[in-house]
């Protein structure tokens, strides 16, 4: 079996705006091949949207992935790369509104458990 190296670059540009934030951020892949590699197939995990919480507002792609889907309420995006060359790199960039929360509810909430709290 084929080793593969994935290396993530991950870049936030933040500007305030209001009661929300726009951002922009890089997921970099780059896929070492070592030998002869018939095809590499990387499942990306990508944003989705969260009500009230975070809009994707654009994802681009340097290479299209075969399929985006959603399981047990994640976003993945399945590349699947034929006849790889020695190095492959992917380019994943997302424009994101994050939206203002406050938590101070929780602090009152009288259903306060580890469990709960993570949930935030």
């Known amino acids: 079996m084929e080793k593969t190296k994935v290396f993530v670059v991950i870049l ?35 944003p989705r949207d969260i009500e009230n919480t975070q809009k994707v507002t654009q994802i681009t792609y340097s290479i299209q992935p075969k399929r985006v889907f959603v399981k047990k309420g994640y976003s993945y995006a399945e590349f699947l790369i034929l006849n790889p060359e020695v190095i492959t790199q992917i380019n994943i960039d997302v424009s994101m509104k994050l939206y203002q929360k406050d938590f101070s509810y929780v602090r009152k909430s009288k259903f306060r458990t580890k469990e709960t709290i993570l949930g935030f």
């Open 12 to 46: 936030f540009l933040v500007s305030v705006n209001g009661f929300s934030q726009k951002i922009k951020f890089s997921l970099s892949y780059d896929i070492i091949s070592i030998g002869k590699v018939k095809y590499i197939k990387l499942l990306c995990i990508i």
